[in-house]
Nanobody, 124 residues
Framework: QVQLVESGGGLVQAGGSLRLSCAAS????????MGWFRQAPGKEREFVAA????????RYADSVKGRFTISRDNAKNTVYLQMNSLKPEDTAVYYCARGPRYGLAINHATFASWGPGTQVTVSS
């Protein structure tokens, strides 16, 4: 059973940047798609970004396109989310998740393993 642990969250001013990391252990990483989701208080969990097992394909929510970049290092069993030009509406708990094997998805129902999340707070 894979275990995922996010890190890199924190408090940042609007317009700033953060890089989130998600380290995987205890299971297979390199052959699975990975994704980032977020949940703000009082809102449903929403898709942010996803990357294929090889890193060749990515998907982004419209709200973060052009500002966020997802990447992965299969040698380090780690997936990253570079977040630039942050806005107060990006404030949420960010979760990484392992998706389908040899596929790519954006629906959270297809992501079976989840990390505990890391808080990102963007002040105005």
């Amino acid at each position: 059973q894979v275990q995922l642990v996010e890190s890199g969250g924190g408090l940042v001013q609007a317009g700033g940047s953060l890089r989130l990391s998600c380290a995987a252990s205890g299971g297979t990483f390199s052959s699975y798609a990975m994704g980032w989701f977020r949940q703000a208080p009082g809102k449903e969990r929403e898709f942010v970004a996803a990357i294929s097992w090889s890193g060749d394909s990515t998907r982004y929510a419209d709200s973060v396109k052009g500002r966020f970049t997802i990447s992965r290092d299969n040698a380090k069993n780690t997936v990253y989310l570079q977040m630039n030009s942050l806005k107060p509406e990006d404030t949420a708990v960010y979760y990484c998740a392992r998706g389908p094997r040899y596929g790519l998805a954006i629906n959270h129902a297809t992501f079976a393993s989840w990390g505990p999340g890391t808080q990102v707070t963007v002040s105005s």
